[in-house]
T-cell receptor, first 114, second 113 residues
Framework: QQQVKQSPQSLIVQKGGISIINCAYE??????FPWYQQFPGKGPALLIA?????SEKKEGRFTISFNKSAKQFSLHIMDSQPGDSATYFC?????????????FGKGTRLSVIA | DAMVIQNPRYQVTQFGKPVTLSCSQT?????MYWYQQKSSQAPKLLFH???????NEADTPDNFQSRRPNTSFCFLDIRSPGLGDAAMYLC????????????FGPGTRLTVL
């Protein structure tokens, strides 16, 4: 119930292509869905986040698509660049109290090749 | 710049020798977290503080302890490190009145010999 399932585990995309990472959840109480980007040897950094009252959120080349009925959300990286090569984690959260921990997906290692 | 600072960045210890990792923050966030991250895995929450209230995850081994002497600092103590405790340890902070955007530090890479 608490899991967030993320796929694929790894992804290789040509420079300029679209990277797509998918996540699915079961717990309908989740109401905040962030994506974190992590470079090797660094801590994760918040990339973009969405709440379930909208179906899409776009920030620059990064877009989250959210399907509440299917309990799925995805990250799209347009015009992928070698600098986007990193591990991406989707996550989910219940509540607003600040006292409920994030539930992370297992991560996707993205490699963008020239 | 406001940030989350972890020291040291790299720590080498011997099997069974206690070690302490430190985290400080200038964000004035009231929630602080400790995560363990092993290679190619997601961060795993060990425990977190909501102000002074300590919240331990059910599967966090007793070997791991934490202290938060004030709002800015939090420590992770590993009483008797085993080889399986070698990992990256991440500290994160968040405000309790937001949708829990967590700000992560750069991590401490722990090696156990």
């Amino acid at each position: 119930q608490q899991q967030v399932k993320q796929s694929p585990q790894s992804l290789i995309v040509q420079k300029g292509g679209i990277s797509i990472i998918n996540c699915a959840y079961e717990n309908t109480a989740f109401d905040y869905f962030p994506w974190y980007q992590q470079f090797p040897g660094k801590g994760p950094a918040l990339l973009i986040a969405i709440r379930p009252d909208v179906s899409e959120k776009k920030e620059g080349r990064f877009t989250i698509s959210f399907n509440k009925s299917a309990k799925q959300f995805s990250l799209h990286i347009m015009d992928s660049q070698p600098g986007d090569s990193a591990t991406y984690f989707c996550a989910a959260l219940t509540g607003f109290s600040g006292n409920t921990p994030l539930v992370f997906g297992k991560g996707t290692r993205l490699s963008v090749i020239a | 710049d406001a940030m989350v600072i972890q020291n040291p960045r790299y720590q080498v210890t011997q099997f069974g020798k206690p070690v302490t990792l430190s985290c400080s923050q200038t964000l004035n966030h009231n929630v602080m977290y400790w995560y363990q991250q092993k290679s190619s895995q997601a961060p795993k929450l060990l425990f977190h503080y909501y102000d002074k209230d300590f919240n331990n995850e059910a599967d966090t081994p007793d070997n791991f302890q934490s202290r938060r002497p004030n709002t800015s600092f939090c420590f992770l103590d590993i009483r008797s490190p085993g080889l399986g405790d070698a990992a990256m340890y991440l500290c994160a902070t968040s405000r309790a009145d937001s949708y829990n955007e967590q700000f992560f530090g750069p991590g401490t890479r722990l090696t156990v010999l």
